[in-house]
Each structure stands twice: as C-alpha cells, then as structure tokens.
C-alpha cells in the first residue's frame, strides 16, 4: 500500500460558520487538484442545488463556499491507501482540527460528508466543544440513497445553520 499526505489546504474564510469535512480526498481529486473532483461525485451538485450559484471552476465554487460561510477540509492528513474507498485508508494520521477551529472561531459546526469521517474524527476529537453532524455520503459508491434524499439533508443542515447575508 502506498503512503498519501493530503494535497490541499483547507478552504477557509474568515467568517465561516460551518466546517465540512471528507475523509480523505479521492484519487481523482488528486489528479484534478481540488476537492470532490470525481466526475459522479454529487458534492457540488448538490450545493449547486441548495444556493443556485454555478460549481463549473474551482473559482465559482470557491465563490459559491465563501457565500454560503462554508469551509472545506478533510478529517485525515495522511494515509495509507489502495483505492478511493475509505473503507481502505490505513494508518491514517488526522489533521489538527482544534488548531483549525482556534484559528477560525466562527466556525459553530461541523459536517462530515459520511460516518468514516466522523468515527475517525471521534477517535481524537469527541471532547471538543462543537456540535457535529454527519450528511450523507455524496460519493458515488453511496448509492443506498438517492440524490433528492441526499440534497433534502444537505438543505436541512446547511441552510438552517448558515445564515446568509
């Protein structure tokens, strides 16, 4: 198995309120440089869905987060892996999540896109003083949910939470 440290910083804004975090990023985010960067992955879709604003470059979707006060990182910081799956992340070192959070105090939540983020968020992190929540999976290999049930979840979540101004 080979060893990946994660490519990206996180996305981040000065005001914003709530902190998304994958697990790790797939191997075609890698190749494509940004997050969710799988062809079928309906990350920002369904964004795009909840605020109408256009996802089709890094720039809009960027644009797109900073609007909606929404950050984007990833739960672990190197691993081992084969594939894309989480389920075959080994040996996983996480990201120094409250560090980020002491750095950016007006983030009031955080979103795992999926149940491995969050238990390996848990593992460390349960203790700190921050509410939680998991949305479903956008990765395609989630298919025990359609994209209407996913993006109901994600608009329950994000546009209760954040308020836009």
């Known amino acids: 198995m080979k060893r990946y440290t994660h490519p990206f910083d996180p996305i ?53 987060l900073q609007k909606a006060k929404i950050g984007l990182w990833d739960t672990v910081a190197s691993c081992e892996r084969k594939n894309s799956s989480d389920s075959n992340l080994k040996n996983c070192t996480l990201h120094d999540i409250p560090a980020l959070l002491q750095n950016y105090p007006t983030i009031r939540l955080i979103a795992f896109t999926g149940q491995k983020a ?40 994000l546009l209760e939470k954040v308020s836009l101004k």
């Open 12 to 64: 981040l804004f000065p005001d914003t309120e709530v902190l998304i975090l994958g697990t790790f990023p797939s191997l075609d985010s890698f190749k494509y440089d940004f997050y969710y960067a799988h062809k079928r992955n309906q990350f920002w879709k369904i964004l795009h869905e909840l605020y109408r604003m256009p996802v089709a470059s890094e720039e809009e979707k960027i644009a797109l």
């Open 118 to 157: 969050a238990h390996l968020y848990a593992t460390k992190y349960c203790k700190l003083p921050i509410d939680t929540v998991v949305l479903p999976s956008p990765s395609p290999a989630y298919a025990a949910m359609r994209f209407m049930e996913k993006k109901d979840i994600y608009e329950k979540v």
